[in-house]
């Protein structure tokens, strides 16, 4: 259910995840160690292959990147993780109706194809972690409210999801907790290049 509305956030450009490679300038064969910074922005519609940063991509007291994982580069290939991470789910329009849920142990691995100050690309991505069953209770209470003030497609969806969420869960974090807490999460993508103009 939810990859196909991820599909389609990104393609049509409400929902961008943008990765910058900081410290690696021109040769991205390795063996390197850099850090790999996930960003959030928009296209920019005065340029081609401009994107606009989100300024809630960074700490507002240290201006640095509010999600970093150290990284690892050899042969073209690059390994970054474990680190916290976030899985962004955009409801509509509205800025306020973004879910940020936290994925934990993230890992993200794939073969860099080329590489320089126009941009990366990827390809053989992998994005894996772990999400929480009460990050996605909250995030479904969430959803469930802005269905409420503005119904959208998807909102059809949030029934089934609580009865089919339940037997996704195959982690068991806290002892403490009866049952299985968690799920374990694998994304595959691509990376086009992209150029950083400004913010929005």
């Not at 021109?26 to 081609?48: C, I, M, Q």
């Not at 059809?156 to 068991?172: E, R």
Request: net charge negative; charged share 20%; aromatic share 8%.
């Amino acid at each position: 259910m939810l990859n196909p509305e991820i599909q389609k956030a990104i393609q049509g450009s409400s929902v961008s995840v943008l990765f910058e490679f900081a410290g690696l300038a021109d040769d991205f064969s390795g063996p390197a160690e850099f850090e790999l910074n996930r960003l959030v922005g928009k296209p920019d519609p005065n340029t081609h292959g401009g994107y606009l940063l989100d300024k809630k991509s960074y700490d507002p007291l240290t201006c640095a990147p509010l999600i970093t994982l150290h990284a690892l580069l050899r042969d073209w290939f690059f390994q970054a993780g474990p680190s916290r991470s976030a899985l962004q789910l955009r409801l509509s329009e509205a800025e306020e109706a973004t879910l940020m849920i936290p994925m934990y142990n993230t890992w993200i691995k794939g073969n860099i194809v080329s590489g320089g100050p126009n941009g990366v690309i990827v390809q053989n991505g992998i994005l894996a972690g772990i999400l929480r069953k009460q990050d996605l209770d909250q995030a479904l209470a969430s959803a469930e409210q802005e269905c409420q003030q503005h119904p959208q497609d998807w909102c059809s969806y949030i029934n089934t999801a609580k009865q089919l969420l339940p037997m996704l869960f195959d982690l068991d974090l806290d002892p403490n907790i009866p049952g299985k807490d968690a799920m374990s999460v694998c994304f595959s993508f691509e990376l086009g290049p992209a150029v950083i103009t400004g913010y929005y």
